[in-house]
């Protein structure tokens, strides 16, 4: 007679064992209002430009600072919030984040002006910042490792059900009600979010956490900034090589260098680059903020495609994203089947390519091309992200040790936002100065400054012109699709160099299974059961 098989000993203790897929839930809907605020935002933007009292008459150059004054602010603080967590408790951090988003969610939806929305944005980043690398540490520590890559899938494929969401919820919403309905509607959100993970979520933290470096903060989040207006600035002029613009971007870069060194020498680090010696991770990094990089400067021209040219409603629009979504939340919960099989290099190479591909079929569209046609791309370029972002998130996070699971998630989506924020300066600039080149000659030298800014400033010059303005109409959708052109293949381009990245440095099957080195210390409310 054989004695029964020992099972594997736990790390997570039995009575939060049972209800980790509930808490997995709560963490998804956590989850879920960050993402969702800024797919909804996507489809807000035309009406945000659009004069008082429809929206605020906001420029593009304003425009593309109300995405970043919140992508900015999110990824200088996450590494910093990430700390937070592992020392005071992630269930503590999860819960003031949500408050402060919640409170900067009702703040920006009474905004008056371009100005204080791009204020209460970074008030809302502030809250989000805390919010979402507490969600994968929790998740790290609720779930044993061989369970946490299909956990990673699902909580990736909350990211596609977040795309699907927005901007539906966004378009309905602009049909119905004013443009600040788009923020009020995470309030009752983030009470529910509030609610259940009082109730169900366990608190965790790092028993030796470091020490928060304040210095490096500001640091980054200066560098990251100076860096970012040169580039938006350089677009709004659509010239790089003004005296301001150089010496903006010039100012960032030497920031971020000095930023560098201060962590390499410091002993408590913002970011402790020593993580980066190791070429898989850093490909995975590289790998996820490339993605974003394109996703983002994707998603902010093809708004302007759907309603500026094709003349969709915000509604419609939002619907348009469907595919993209869909074909998110449909492969992310099973790319780590792909994986399995074909190992992380040729998932993540494939999922590049695709993506490139979906860019590049960007430039076959102009303002006749049948719509199922969008579709197509949308649907593949989501099932090329699937492939990404689930394999290099738990590259990400399998390769540190479980108690800095707030670090590891902080790294991951600090270089998500700033590949984000990057993408839309970089290819917002480009599509701005593509676009003025062209409608530039058809437009009063008086007024070209402004009007030339964008597709919507030309139209709502042309509109003041009354008759005389539909001639401005046709060239400025001409340009717009010359533009959109072009800002495609540079995130083509993009995403072809994150592909030799991995196709250079992952590996090509999943490593095999290692013991982590250290425990999480798991406070939780039932401790006397277990």
Not at 24 to 35: D, E, K, N, P, T
Not at 315 to 329: D, K, R, S
Request: glycine share 10%; charged share 15%; hydrophobic share 55%.
């Amino acid at each position: 007679m054989t004695s029964p098989a020992v099972p594997a000993e736990r790390r997570v203790p039995e009575a939060v064992h049972r209800r980790r897929w509930a808490i997995l839930g709560v963490l998804m809907l956590s989850l879920l209002i960050v993402v969702l605020d800024n797919s909804i935002l996507n489809v807000a933007i035309k009406t945000i430009s659009t004069p008082a009292p429809t929206g605020l008459g906001a420029t593009q150059s304003e425009l593309e600072w109300a995405i970043n004054a919140y992508t900015l602010v999110f990824a200088g603080l996450l590494f910093s919030a990430g700390l937070l967590g592992d020392r005071l408790g992630r269930k503590k951090v999860l819960l003031a984040g949500l408050v402060v988003f919640g409170v900067g969610s009702a703040l920006a939806a009474q905004s008056g002006s371009p100005a204080e929305l791009i204020a209460f944005r970074a008030v809302m980043a502030l809250g989000a910042a805390f919010v979402m690398p507490a969600t994968l540490a929790v998740l790290m520590n609720v779930f044993e490792r061989d369970e946490q890559p299909k956990a990673i899938g699902i909580w990736a494929g909350g990211v596609g059900l977040a795309i699907a969401i927005g901007p539906i919820t966004g378009g309905v919403l602009l049909d119905h009600f004013w443009w600040g309905s788009v923020f009020l509607i995470n309030v009752p959100i983030v009470v529910l979010a509030l609610a259940l993970m009082l109730w169900l979520v366990p608190d965790s933290r790092d028993p030796n956490p470091g020490r928060v470096d304040p210095l490096g903060v500001v640091l980054s989040i200066v560098g990251l900034v100076l860096l970012v207006y040169g580039i938006i600035k350089g677009g709004q002029l659509a010239d790089f090589t003004n005296a301001t613009v150089l010496a903006t971007i010039g100012a960032g870069l030497a920031v971020l260098a000095v930023f560098v060194l201060f962590e390499k020498r410091s002993d408590h680090p913002s970011i402790d680059v020593t993580y980066f010696k190791n070429k898989v991770f850093s490909a995975a990094i590289a790998a996820i903020a490339l993605v974003f990089f394109a996703l983002m400067g994707v998603t902010f021209f093809s708004v302007f495609y759907t309603q500026s040219v094709r003349g969709y409603s915000p509604l419609h629009a939002g619907l348009l994203l469907l595919p993209l979504a869909v074909a998110q939340m449909v492969f992310a919960p099973r790319a780590r089947l792909v994986v399995d099989r074909f190992g992380n290099k040729a998932v993540c190479t494939a999922g590049l390519l695709t993506v490139a591909a979906m860019l590049a079929a960007f430039t076959a569209l102009e303002a006749d091309t049948p719509i199922w046609i969008l579709e197509v791309i949308f649907f593949f370029m989501g099932a090329g992200m699937a492939h990404i972002m689930t394999p290099v998130s738990v590259v990400i996070m399998q390769a540190l040790p479980r108690e800095k699971a707030g670090s590891a998630s902080a790294l991951s989506n600090t270089f998500r936002q700033l590949g984000g924020a990057l993408g839309i300066a970089v290819l917002g600039s480009v599509l701005s100065t593509a676009y003025r080149s062209g409608i530039e000659d058809r437009l009063p030298p008086t007024a070209r400054h402004q009007a030339g800014e964008s597709i919507e400033a030309t139209l709502g010059f042309a509109a003041k012109l009354g008759v005389k303005g539909e001639a401005l109409v046709a060239p400025a959708h001409d340009a717009f699709l010359h533009a959109m052109h072009v800002t495609a293949l540079c995130g083509a381009g993009v995403a072809v160099f994150g592909a030799v990245v991995v196709a250079l440095f992952l590996p090509g099957k999943a490593p095999q299974e290692q013991r982590e080195p250290g425990e999480t210390e798991l406070v939780t409310a039932d401790k006397a059961d277990q």
